[in-house]
């Protein structure tokens, strides 16, 4: 039974086997025949969709910026300033009278500090734009050039207001840099720093325009114009008075100042516009001293809330808070309330813009304002005057005192209980400034004889020999003296 069973089984096994490979073998000959009648047949397969490149969509070497003709053209009109500046430690109050006749004590403490930065030569026959904190104070002044030739450099004039000074070197045939228009210059575009960073002559960085109108209160002057051309070219100390140039090797700004909270480069640097250069730097050529030209207006920056108040969804443009009596605004018929569009044509967005544009012309200029008032589009021509409320060029300065002069308001006169005098507005490297002397001292004496104006106190200076005693009052109310030779 056990035989029998087991050869049944057998049996059976075989059966299945046989079944299995008939099946199988029958499959493999249908599949065979199915894909011979199906070989011509196109098979479509979905993909995922893919973003087509045009080939002149793809960076390549042709068509990535290059520096490299910019680079030559202008390294070699940018310089290496080094200064030495004389600072005057703190010392105990001397007799004014003592101080004139018999000077300073010789023990006097005095301190030389060694300083560095950057210029640009604007001129073949060797006038250099720079920064003034770069030779602020200097008593010496070194130009290297990129070919380390060195000079004795002097001061021509400075201007605090922009930071901006103009020095001059013995020298002709100098590789003067060609002028670009800062107006033209966009977000975004491609521009080289060129400088002395760190006392590493002729450091050429890149990186591009990040903003245009910056104001960032780095100058605490009066009369500060701040409308800066912002980049992320990498600018470090000593690259203070050094040239911003776009691709063509032209000029659009002076370098001057870092965004940073360790003193080196961290991501923004920040530099003057080159149209205030060239007006600033011709001013200093011309006058020794800024033709600054002004509107007579208080501003505002507009504001949501400022727009709602005026009726107006622009917020582009700038609120007039307050007109100036017999000033240029108001010979032309501005009011408070009004908001500036546009200056001769370009349009001003905010204060700083409109600052940098006013600032580009001098008293006596006459410029078109397009402003809004009550919803409706006006325009009116305005004559621009100076601080002393005329359209007058200012006189140079007095350059040997270093002091910017102008005349004293009848409000400090009456608060003061003075009946004349010539207030110093601002001070550079000169005479008043190694004295002592502060930004904001009333002169109202000179050799004992009254002062009145500033013409009266440029015409007695520069007739006087030998020593001269300044008497005068600040405007807390201090009375103080000083006194130099001549």
């Known amino acids: 039974m056990k035989?029998?069973?087991?050869?049944?089984?057998?049996?059976?096994?075989?059966?299945?086997?046989?079944?299995?490979?008939?099946?199988?073998?029958?499959?493999?000959?249908?599949?065979?025949?199915?894909?011979?009648?199906?070989?011509?047949?196109?098979?479509?397969?979905?993909?995922?969709?893919?973003?087509?490149?045009?080939?002149?969509?793809?960076?390549?070497l042709k068509n990535m910026p290059t520096?490299?003709?910019?680079?030559?053209?202008?390294?070699?009109?940018?310089?290496?300033?080094?200064?030495?500046?004389?600072k005057q430690l703190a010392h105990q109050q001397f007799d004014p009278f003592e101080d004139f006749f018999f000077g300073r004590p010789k023990n006097s403490p005095k301190q030389e500090v060694a300083g560095s930065g950057s210029g640009v030569i604007i001129s073949e026959d060797g006038y250099i734009a720079t920064n003034n904190h770069v030779v602020e104070g200097a008593v010496k002044i070194e130009v290297t050039l990129n070919d380390k030739k060195t000079y004795n450099g002097r001061i021509v004039g400075t201007d605090p207001s922009t930071d901006l000074a103009l020095i001059k070197i013995d020298e002709v045939n100098l590789p003067a840099i060609y002028y670009g228009n800062s107006d033209n210059v966009n977000i975004g575009e491609w521009v080289l720093a060129v400088g002395n960073p760190f006392n590493l002559t002729s450091t050429v960085t890149a990186g591009i325009v990040s903003a245009k109108g910056r104001n960032i209160n780095i100058l605490k002057e009066d009369y500060a114009i701040e409308s800066f051309i912002q980049t992320d070219a990498a600018v470090n100390p000593g690259n203070s008075g050094g040239a911003l140039v776009n691709q063509n090797g032209e000029l659009i700004g002076i370098n001057t100042a870092i965004a940073s909270n360790t003193g080196s480069f961290t991501g923004y640097s920040f530099a003057v516009p080159v149209n205030m250069v060239k007006k600033i730097m011709g001013d200093l050529a011309k006058?020794?001293?800024?033709?600054?030209?002004?509107?007579?207006?208080?501003?505002?920056?507009?504001?949501?809330?400022?727009?709602?108040?005026?009726?107006?969804?622009?917020?582009?443009?700038?609120?007039?808070?307050?007109?100036?009596?017999?000033?240029?605004?108001?010979?032309?018929g501005l009011k408070s309330g009004d908001i500036i569009r546009s200056i001769n044509g370009v349009k001003v967005k905010s204060p700083s813009q409109l600052q940098e544009k006013v600032g580009q012309y001098r008293p006596g200029d006459i410029v078109n304002i397009e402003f809004e008032r009550d919803g409706h589009l006006k325009n009116t021509a305005l004559t621009l005057k100076n601080k002393l409320g005329t359209t007058e060029s200012v006189k140079k300065e007095i350059l040997f005192l270093g002091a910017h002069i102008g005349k004293v308001s009848s409000k400090e006169k009456k608060e003061l209980g003075i009946e004349g005098g010539v207030k110093i507005d601002n001070l550079t490297h000169g005479k008043l400034l190694q004295q002592g002397v502060k930004k904001g001292f009333i002169i109202t004496k000179i050799n004992q004889k009254v002062i009145k104006s500033p013409d009266q106190l440029v015409n007695m200076l520069n007739t006087l020999k030998g020593g001269v005693l300044i008497e005068g009052i600040y405007p807390s109310g201090a009375k103080a003296y000083y006194g130099f030779g001549m």
């Open 3 to 60: 035989k029998q069973f087991n050869m049944k089984k057998f049996s059976q096994n075989i059966v299945a086997a046989s079944l299995g490979a008939a099946l199988a073998l029958g499959g493999f000959y249908a599949i065979s025949d199915f894909q011979k009648k199906t070989t011509n047949v196109p098979v479509v397969v979905p993909e995922s969709p893919k973003i087509q490149l045009s080939k002149t969509a793809v960076p390549t």
């Open 287 to 332: 006058h020794g001293a800024v033709q600054r030209a002004l509107l007579g207006i208080q501003i505002r920056e507009i504001n949501q809330e400022l727009a709602e108040q005026n009726n107006t969804n622009n917020l582009e443009g700038i609120y007039v808070s307050k007109v100036m009596n017999e000033s240029a605004a108001e010979d032309g």
């Open 67 to 86: 520096f490299e003709m910019a680079a030559k053209q202008t390294v070699n009109s940018v310089v290496h300033i080094k200064t030495i500046a004389t």
